[in-house]
């Protein structure tokens, strides 16, 4: 018995050092990837898969980083979802990741799932992006917001989860 996988195209969006290859790099190695093997001959970077389980159904998420493909609003294959990371110790980061929803949102018309992370909350005397904020401008566009530490692994199961979360409750809205 073989059964379909789903596959979901996931963007990790946001400035240089914000820890896009950092969160990236705990999602390959997250709790809550499947165990079983993808056979799904057109994805030709498997490294940059994830098996994930919810509800008792696996998925595979599988992640392009905004700085491989910075024209990705004109490649082929359809996003699933926009994952858009500022460090909260970083203000330059935030407006940058404001800029990219604002864009997304306005410019490409995409009603696709968007996260908005603050990531690297770890540096708590650094912080330099109030949480209400982050809050206030996601429910404006209509955006899921979360923090994250990419450097002490928290949040970031949640984080993967919740994508995946997502992206199902726009394949399938109840
Ligand atoms: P990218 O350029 O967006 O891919 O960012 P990287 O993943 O390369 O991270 C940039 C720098 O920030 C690296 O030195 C990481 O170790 C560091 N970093 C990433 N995530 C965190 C975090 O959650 N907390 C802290 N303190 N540092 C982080
Ligand atoms: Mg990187």
Do not use: W
């Not at 490294?47 to 392009?64: A, M, P, Q, Y």
């Not at 926009?82 to 970083?90: E, L, W």
């Amino acid at each position: 018995l073989t059964s379909q996988l789903s596959l979901y195209r996931v963007l990790l969006m946001g400035a240089p050092g914000v820890g896009k290859s950092a969160l990236a790099r705990q999602f390959m190695t997250s709790e809550y990837k499947g165990t079983y093997e993808t056979n799904t001959p057109e994805i030709i970077e498997p490294e940059r898969n994830v098996n994930v389980l919810l509800d008792g159904k696996e998925s595979t998420l599988h992640f392009l980083d905004e700085e491989q493909h910075p024209n990705f609003e004109a490649e082929d294959l359809p996003i699933d979802a926009y994952v858009v990371i500022f460090s909260v110790s970083d203000s330059t980061s935030y407006n940058e990741a404001l800029n990219s929803i604002r864009t997304l949102r306005e410019v490409y018309r995409i009603n696709k799932a968007i996260i908005l992370v603050g990531n690297k909350i770890d540096l708590a005397r650094q912080r330099r992006v109030a949480k209400h904020d982050a809050l206030k401008i996601a429910k404006k566009y209509d955006c899921r917001y979360t923090e994250t530490s990419a450097a002490l692994n928290h949040h970031v199961d949640e984080l993967l989860v919740g994508i995946l979360s997502q992206i199902r409750e726009q394949v399938s809205p109840s």
